[in-house]
């Protein structure tokens, strides 16, 4: 098993920037992908960006989030951290921490074997 913590998630003001970061602990050699994903309200849960290290270090974000959010980490300190800039009321949620062994697919929920709690972000208009 692995256990994943985040931490990070606070209000904040449109335009402003958050850093979330995810520490991982257990079996953490059963993990070469990590991801965040987030889950507003009445909504499913969606990708927004990952790492992986299974060939040198590559990351991927959702269209979305481009250009504004910078997923990073170190998967011998068993870390990911998500720099949130120029953030928007519409990327509030509840953002959480997921790792994987070789997915098929960075975006794809069910790829993922573990979870952690969660960590809200709310950015107000």
């Known amino acids: 098993q692995v256990q994943l913590v985040e931490s990070g998630g606070d209000l904040v003001q449109a335009g402003d920037s958050l850093r979330l970061s995810c520490a991982a602990s257990?079996?953490?050699?059963?993990?070469?992908?990590m991801a965040w994903f987030r889950q507003a309200p009445g909504k499913d849960r969606e990708y927004v960006a990952g790492?992986?290290?299974?060939?040198?270090?590559?990351?991927n974000y959702a269209d979305s989030v481009k250009g504004r959010f910078t997923v990073s980490g170190n998967n011998t300190k068993n870390t990911m951290y998500l720099q949130m800039d120029n953030l928007k009321p519409e990327d509030s949620a509840t953002y959480y921490c997921?790792?994987?062994?070789?997915?098929?697919?960075?975006?794809?929920?069910?790829?993922?074997?573990?979870w952690g709690q969660g960590t809200q972000v709310t950015v107000s208009a």
């Open positions: 997921a790792a994987a062994l070789n997915p098929p697919n960075f975006r794809w929920v069910k790829a993922y074997a573990y």
């Open positions: 790492i992986s290290w299974r060939s040198g270090v590559t990351t």
């Open positions: 257990g079996r953490t050699f059963t993990k070469n992908v």
